[in-house]
């Protein structure tokens, strides 16, 4: 079947992986009331079209920092990219590398930072941090992404816990992978997915799990003893922002903020930016929707930092929504990862590209030369 849409990947993806790792990437928290309401914002928004512009073509060329990019796109970390496809994150990195874009690591993939640098030499690594309660650890795992060449530390402040997640509990999905009945029945029943993923980590280098978390936690048996250690923090606060403010020399950026205030005290901290995000729908069931506080935020805070947004992108027409909303540059999570499913690097490759040209032709549509352009004209 020819995939020519988000839909079309997304149904490829979910035909090839088990069903508890499929839930885990595409479904949100609680009564995933944020998911519907991140597509409602989205799908409220229109643009008003200038006809009769006597240009053909559209430039979406972007500033970040002291870089320009060819799209204001950056994949979003997403923990376990790695169980989507071998070696996941590296492949998201290489596709990165090819379309130009930054690839944000998630502190929770399969394969570490190190070892995506190896497989990835040419792309542009962010990290994205999860500060950990043992702090040392979380210090070390910086001083591991400076090594690996990372520019840009992506602190997610909107993650205090894991989220709940009844239909994980159901079907048997965890990590470490913990054998279940349920679960090895759902695996044995994607037997390409077994084949080219979980079979070949086993031979290779085990049973895959988080890359970046000490020995201890990665088998089951010693988990207990030392997950204290890697819990994501749930006090952490400005202080600890302060904190990492000395340590990190490369840019800083917060991700997950929702308010004005929490904008204002980030730009006032000097951070170099935002990403306005519900985290997918994935964490707080009843957050506001992005595309409902980017214009106050970047009212606010937009002419000294960079404000970037993400969530819902399935469309080129969703992302030039927040950009005509006023952010710089968007995130995207789901897309990649519907990518790699349905057909590995090149699949991650193909549906990034569908999003760019969905998003030239809309800005064409639209009668934007570019996303200036889009700004001015406007929402209807
Ligand atoms: C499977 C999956 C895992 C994710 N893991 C992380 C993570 O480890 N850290 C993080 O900051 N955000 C994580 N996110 C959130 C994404 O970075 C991003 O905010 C979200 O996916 C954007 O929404 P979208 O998927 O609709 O594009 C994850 C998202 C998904 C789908």
């Known amino acids: 079947m020819q995939l020519l849409n988000a839909d079309d990947y997304r149904a490829a993806a979910r035909r090839h992986l088990p069903k508890g790792l499929f839930e885990y990437i595409d479904r949100g928290t609680e009564a995933e009331l944020a998911i519907a309401d991140i597509r409602r914002s989205l799908d409220n928004i229109r643009f008003r079209p200038s006809v009769l512009t006597g240009h053909a073509g559209s430039n979406m060329t972007t ?3 002291d870089r320009t990019y060819c799209s204001p796109l950056i994949i979003a970390p997403t923990a376990l990219a790695g169980l989507v496809s071998h070696d996941g ?9 090819k379309l130009g874009i930054p690839f944000c690591v998630s502190t929770q993939s399969v394969t570490s930072i190190d070892d995506i640098r190896k497989g990835a030499p040419e792309a542009e690594l962010w ?3 999860y500060v950990w309660r043992n702090r040392d650890l979380t210090w070390g795992l910086l001083d591991r992404a400076q090594k690996a060449g990372v520019s840009t530390l992506v602190i997610t402040a909107d993650t205090p816990l894991s989220p709940k997640r009844d239909y994980n509990q159901r ?10 009945l349920r679960g090895v029945w759902d695996v044995a029943t994607r037997p390409k997915w077994l084949c080219s993923v979980m079979l070949r980590y086993l031979m290779t280098s085990g049973m895959p799990t988080y890359a970046h978390y000490l020995a201890e936690f990665k088998t089951a048996i010693t988990r207990a003893a030392i997950a204290e250690d890697v819990k994501i923090e749930s006090a952490i606060s400005w202080a600890d922002i302060a904190e990492i403010q000395k340590r990190w020399s490369g840019r800083i950026i917060i991700k997950g903020v929702l308010s004005v205030d929490d904008a204002i005290r980030a730009r006032d901290m000097g951070i170099d930016g935002i990403v306005v995000s519900s985290h997918g729908g994935r964490n707080l069931d009843v957050a506001l929707a992005p595309a409902d506080v ?13 404000v970037m947004a993400d969530s819902g992108i399935r469309r080129g027409s969703d992302a030039l929504k927040y950009l005509a909303l006023g952010c710089r540059a968007v995130m995207v999570g789901r897309l990649p990862l519907y990518g790699l499913a349905a057909g590995g690097e090149q699949g991650a490759l193909d549906i990034l590209t569908m999003l760019i040209d969905e998003m030239h032709s809309n800005l064409v549509f639209a009668g934007a030369k570019d996303i200036d352009a889009l700004r001015t004209a406007g929402i209807a």
């Open 63 to 65: 500033s970040l920092f």
């Open 89 to 97: 994150e590296t492949k998201l990195a290489r596709v990165a590398s």
């Open 171 to 180: 079907n048997g999905f965890s990590v470490p992978f913990v054998p279940s």
């Open 127 to 129: 990290l994205q941090l």
């Open 294 to 306: 980017l214009p106050e935020i970047v009212d606010a805070v937009g002419a000294e930092m960079l």
